[in-house]
């Protein structure tokens, strides 16, 4: 078990904050955390795609998008941002 | 006069002691070489001061400076710059500012206006379609910013008989008392660096209103008005400048921040707050941000609105929130949005009160400064900063901000500034270009006088923050870019557009991946461009600026002059700070970043600053001694 969080313009699109999820690496998580904001918000924008493109973070250490997940993570997910 | 358009073609010396005005000779080469804002402050600066002045001599001058896109309908062309000799470091620096006193500066007839002199006894300068009028401040001396502004609107309306529209620069009680790092107010908007509200408070000057019927021209409306659409297009459609700053505001970095180890925490000890999500802007934005908002003309409208005591204010930066969250240990936003407002209604500068308190937290720990001030202890610091305003208690110490107190007390290693100026939030351990650029900024420890590096390092692009490799050359560009923006009145944020949008909708890509890969190897390339800007006699979509000062200024302009123009700024600029004093010997930073890891099981986050420094220096075609030698000057038209 692995538990999700999202940041940005993603939390704010989807209103999903945070969940938990049977997961073996990032790919895999990819299709439940879509699941997760459909449930949320039907209409949603936010696509795989989309979700592929956020950068990943693991118990607060940015990791590859083709990372491994281990039981008890921590996975953040969260698209670029810039300035201030 | 000017043939140029977008200018009012009239510079004013205002002198407080005698209380006359009088034209200063700027001409339009001046304006083709320092175009406006900060760089036109910086030259009057170097045709000004002679090294012997102090920041609170009647003889320091204060350049209010705005740009000639101001008032012209440009995007986000609204902004002005305050230059003088900062109380905080004793070397020029300049604050800009989002507040609507520059676009009515020149409503008023002015491209800018250079005040030196002191008033003897507490007055406010009224101008008025080019006319000045001084009034005695005596019952505005102590209100806060917000009053001393309702109080100025309702003289302004007893004095015309109908109320005023009109543009204000106010200080609050922490200029009055000459806080080190006392801000100018305009509206709601702070040019809060520096201590430019305390260099008003020497001058005994309480306020600046400025009103006028002046319209700046523009050269070629047609062309203008279709550029504008272009980019405020493009802005809009871009995913930083028409999604995160709009939504998030500057507060969206501190999750990517904490992320990257990028985040100050406990006065710089580490890069990460276990509890950054409490002072998030994503919290911000679902428990707390009321609406947006904007500087006038700008599309982005970057400012949070808060709830503060029954009313709707401006909400914190992304500054703000770091500095006087996880870096002083608070994990209550309600209270930070407070303490934000409370420091602007006081007038004073938040990242250098934050910044001050957390070295004074820190060496209350240590035994060195037994003050009552903890980590986390975050209950009557409203009062502490009330303190501070007005000198009182151990708010007359911390009134002198980190370097000085440091010096008494002893805790220089953890006194977290650079030339005298408190670093702003980003933790530049695990972002060593980010920690060149405060080390060698003009004015000290700012974020973008530095050149902004962090935003290729961790924030926007991933270019790997712990290689010095390139980091000079990119640090010198970035500096010229941002000097260059803004001398035409625009908000440095519009450059974010800059950032290809593919980088930032797909960071995970092949394309993303091989430019962060290549960046600190284009070094090089950019020592060829910065030798011969002549060479980039073209123009470029991504830096709509040119296209800005052709349309709308006249002024032939391509990214070579461009960037040559931004070179002359900092140059100039690095000119006056030598004539006080200033050399490589002040580009440091303290040892907690440059000597101990931030992660200790990995020896190279720390700030490699030596090794930097020199290729900077070389870079830049300065003498080893960090300084530009008079050829270097000559060669940049500056002498
Ligand atoms: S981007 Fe933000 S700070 Fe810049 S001009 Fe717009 S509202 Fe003001």
Redesign the interface.
Known sequence: MVTVKLFGTLRLDSGVREFTAEAASVKELYPLVLREIRAKKADTAVTERSLRACLVAVNGEQVSPRAKLRDGDLVYLFPAVAGG | MTNYCGYMGKVVLLDLSTGKAENYIWTDLDREKYIGGKAMASKILYDSLTGKETPFSPENLIVIATGPLTGTGAPSSNRFDISSLSPLTGITSSSNCGGNFGHYLKKAGFDALIIRGKCERPTWVEIDNGEFRFHDAASLWGMKAGETQEALQKELLAEHGKPVRCGMAVIGPAGENLVRYASVISGERAAGRAGMGAVFGSKNLKAITSAGDAVPSVFDKDKALEHHKRWVSYIRSH??TG???P??G?A??V??M???GLLSTRNYAKG?FEDFEAV???AL??ELNVSNSGCLSCPIRCTRRVPVEGKTVKGP???TLGLLGGNIENRDLELLCRWNYELDELGMDTISTAGTLAWAMEANEKGLWKNGLSFGEVDGLSQVFDDIAHRRGIGAELAEGSKRLSEKYGGKEFAIHSKGMELAAYEPRRAVGQGLGYAVANRGGC?LNGGYLV?LEG????VNGQTPRGKADLCMIMQDLMEAISMGGQCL?TS?GV?PAF???????LLAKTVNAVVPWIGPAVRVLNKAPEIACFQLFLLPYTYELNYTVGMKMNIGKFIRAGERSYNVERAVNARFGVSAENDKLPKRLTDMPQDPKRPDTKVPLEQMNMTYYRARGWEKNGLPSEKKLRRLGIR
């Not at chain 2, 980088?503 to 890509?509: A, E, K, Q, T, V």
Request: net charge negative; charged share 20%; glycine share 10%.
């Open positions: 995913p930083l999604e995160q700053l939504r998030l500057t969206g970095l999750s990517s904490q992320v990257h990460r998030s802007g994503e934005a679902e930066e992304l500054e974020h935003v924030l926007g692009m991933n944020f974010y950032v980088m930032i909708r797909n960071p995970n890509g």
